[in-house]
């Protein structure tokens, strides 16, 4: 039976496995794998059939949440990428986090544009710890602030995000999770976006 672990042993696991990847040197393409094998190496073998899913699906056991609360610091260990680059793609306010990214930066199509703005968004709120599970809400609020929500096709364009994303709800209650996959995806897209590629 598991047990559920105090918020400084939670931030000790985190900085443990921060500092073991940093000093073996891990290639940036292999860092969010090896902090979650980091992880696993010192809770231990996982001991219930709702840790080992959420494994699976690209997450990491409860550990998102520590004493401090969401973070961008969160989000760059788990994204595996830089805290300044990750400054440069995510802002934090009292809505929670969004994306700080210039209009341009996206896909001027909006179906693609659309599900950049999802997958940066969803991954961004789920590493940093706001939440398990992204309000498509929230996906569609940040698409038309970025010019890019079509109505007649975003509930489509969403839903052919299937390798990225697992869904739970229905029409204005849909919600989505990401991958692991799908934090792999974000990883590269926010490289190359804060980089200036398309």
């Given at each position: 039976m598991s047990t559920r672990m105090r918020p400084d042993e939670v931030k000790q696991i985190i900085k443990e496995a921060v500092k073991a990847?940093?000093?073996?040197?891990?290639?940036?393409?292999?860092?969010?794998?090896?902090?979650?094998?980091?992880?696993?190496?010192?809770?231990?073998?996982?001991?219930?059939?709702?840790?080992?899913?959420?494994?699976?699906?690209?997450?990491?056991?409860?550990?998102?949440?520590?004493?401090?609360?969401?973070?961008?610091?969160?989000?760059?260990?788990?994204?595996?990428?830089?805290?300044?680059?990750?400054?440069?793609?995510?802002?934090?306010?009292?809505?929670?986090?969004?994306?700080?990214?210039a209009p341009s930066k996206f896909q001027s199509k909006k179906a693609a544009g659309t599900q950049q703005i999802a997958l940066l968004l969803a991954a961004g709120r789920q590493a940093g710890g706001w939440e398990d599970w992204t309000p498509v809400g929230h996906i569609r609020t940040a698409c038309r602030d970025y010019g890019r929500f079509d109505a007649a096709n975003f509930a489509t364009t969403i839903k052919r995000m299937g390798d990225v994303f697992g869904f739970r709800g229905r029409a204005r209650q849909l919600e989505v999770r990401v991958t692991r996959p799908g934090y792999e995806q974000a990883a590269d897209l926010a490289r190359n976006l804060s980089a200036g590629a398309v």
């Open positions: 990847v940093e000093e073996a040197n891990v290639p940036d393409d292999l860092r969010v794998t090896a902090f979650e094998k980091s992880i696993e190496a010192l809770i231990g073998a996982p001991d219930s059939g709702s840790d080992v899913a959420a494994r699976d699906e690209g997450r990491l056991p409860v550990l998102a949440a520590t004493s401090n609360g969401p973070s961008l610091e969160a989000v760059a260990s788990r994204l595996g990428l830089d805290r300044g680059l990750v400054e440069e793609v995510y802002y934090v306010d009292e809505n929670g986090l969004g994306l700080a990214l």
